[in-house]
Each structure stands twice: as C-alpha cells, then as structure tokens.
C-alpha cells in the first residue's frame, strides 16, 4: 500500500503510535497484575480420615503463595471455626480468603496457613451423649496431622484460632479450655448465652434451643451446658492462663439471637478478672455482612500475635 500524501503519512503515524500506546499499556497491565496474582496463594480442600470419630471429615487449607515455593518453610496457624450451617469452605463463600490475599498483597500481614475444618453442628466439642467426640479429634488428631502435612511452626506462640457465631463459640471455648495451645483466640458475633432460660428448649425452628440440637443432650441437660460454657472456662482457668492470651471479640448491637448480651456479659467477666481483652460492639446484625465488615480486623489483630511469634 503506497501513501501519497501527508494527510496518509499523519494517518500512518497516528496508527503506530496508538499500537504502541496499546502495547505498553497491555505491559504495565501485566506487571500490575503480578503481585496480586503471586499474592493469592491457593486453597487445598480434602478430608482427613478420622479414628475418634470414625469417618473422614472435610476440612480446607488456605496456603500463602510461597508455600509452593520454599518447601522447607514453616509457618503460623491461624484456625478457623465457621458457623452453624456453614462449612469448611466457609471463607471462600463469604469473601474471607480475599480480605487475606488483600490485606498480604497491601503488606499489611505476613504470610501465614489457615486451617478450617467442618463442623457440621459440633459446637465443637464433645457431645452430651459421647457419641461425637469432636473436641477430641480437633485437639488429638486435626491439629497435629494438619500442622505436619502443612508445615506450621508448631509452638504456641505462633498459633491462633477464630471463629464465627457457633465458630465463635468454639474458638472461645478452646482457646480457654486449652491455654498452652494458643497465643490468641478472636471471635466474631460468638453464640454466647451466659445464663439459660427455663424455656431455653421450648422456641421453634430458629430459636438457640432448637440450633443447638443434641449436641447439649436429649433432653437439653442444663448441667452439660454449663460445664462446656465459654463463661465457664473463663471464671475456673487462672488468671495467668488468661492474661498470656490475647482475646478479642465483637458482635453487632441487634444481633438476631440476642448474643450481644452474652458478650456483655463475657467483656464484663473478664474485666473482672483482670484480663486485658479487646471488646467492640458494632452496628449490625448475626449476618455475614457484619462478619465481612470487621474481618480485616480480626485477621491484622491476629497477625500481630501469631505473626510476632515466629
């Protein structure tokens, strides 16, 4: 193709100048992407077979980038208990792994594994009846085997545990029950009822009662709860247990199950006690927009434990 004029020659200046314009935009578009992409880690989703409990049970595996990169690196735990009706993949279905890959790619958290393992409707712990032991096998079998097959650092000090709602409820529950295993326990919207009422088993479909199913007993045994409650562990553990732990908790202030109150009454307890802990109540529901809202501050409060300890 010949070009005569000057107005054909302006024509074909124009054209490479907007390829090349397009070319090293497509560039810099690359480069921009590459540290979000090497940010974002990936998630293993499988199933550890269970002796306690004699089945396999579900779990997943947030694993940083680099742990496909440097095979002899150890890392932080953090463990994460997911809510009732929930599952293992609980932070993916809510957009938690993206406010860790976000929070990692803006540098404000280092690289560390999460671990979250199905609950189903455990409150994780054993129930009333002894017929499913799940508290025995997070703490004799989960914890270990994960933290061997995924090369957590394996001290206290850099282990850490959360959850959500019945997650919030466990993590809370454990971490008091078991102090020497973790540096710091968070919990968002946790399932605390600090005194039950004499109708506590009579609402319908929806009610605390009625969630909570057989896990307390059939009938509800009132004794069993009290026992395995978060307030429980939080008045009998010592007060040198507590205060080497850091705890933090928030709920919303028109939580759908009145919630807010038991966590009133937990920020109280502990105050009582001595226990330096971080409480917020925030505007908002038992939802999992409250929990996505306040979930970069729970994991940057966490990172500031578990991360510190490595």
């Avoid at 958290?109 to 712990?125: E, K, M, N, Q, R």
Wanted: with cysteine; proline share 5%.
């Amino acid at each position: 193709m010949e070009f005569g004029t000057s107005a054909d020659l302006a024509t074909l200046r124009k054209g490479r100048i907007l390829h090349l314009a397009l070319r090293a935009w497509l560039v810099l578009l690359a480069l921009s992407l590459v540290p979000l992409l090497h940010a974002q880690g990936r998630a293993e989703c499988s199933v550890i077979k269970s002796t306690v409990l004699a089945r396999p049970v579900r779990y997943c595996a947030f694993l940083p980038d680099s742990f496909d990169q440097d095979k002899t690196r150890q890392y932080p735990v953090l463990y994460y208990l997911h809510g009732l009706g929930d599952n293992e993949q609980s932070l993916l279905n809510f957009g938690g792994w993206d406010v860790i890959t976000e929070l990692r790619r803006q540098g404000k958290i280092g690289d560390f594994i999460v671990l979250a393992p199905s609950g189903g409707h455990t409150f994780y712990l054993n129930s009333a009846d002894g017929k499913v032991r799940y508290e025995d096998f997070f703490i004799k079998e989960f914890m270990p085997q994960m933290e061997k097959k995924y090369r957590a650092d394996g001290t206290r000090a850099t282990r850490g545990i959360t959850g959500v709602s019945m997650g919030g409820y466990g993590a809370l529950r454990l971490a008091f029950k078991y102090p020497d295993e973790f540096a710091a326990v968070s919990a968002q919207m946790p399932a605390l009822i600090a005194d039950v009422p004499k109708d506590f088993t009579s609402g319908g479909p929806g009610s605390p009662g009625f969630l909570m199913g057989d896990v307390f007993g059939s009938p509800f045994s009132r004794a069993y709860f009290e026992r395995n409650n978060v307030f429980s562990f939080a008045r009998s553990d010592s007060a040198a247990s507590l205060k080497r732990m850091k705890i933090y908790f928030n709920v919303g202030n028109n939580d759908d199950y009145g919630f807010e109150q038991g966590a009133l009454q937990l920020d109280q307890l502990l105050k009582s006690r001595g226990t330096p802990h971080e409480f917020h109540i925030y505007p908002g529901r038992h939802d999992p927009q409250f929990v996505i809202r306040h979930f970069g501050d729970v994991i940057e409060w966490q990172w500031k434990t578990i991360g510190a300890g490595k």
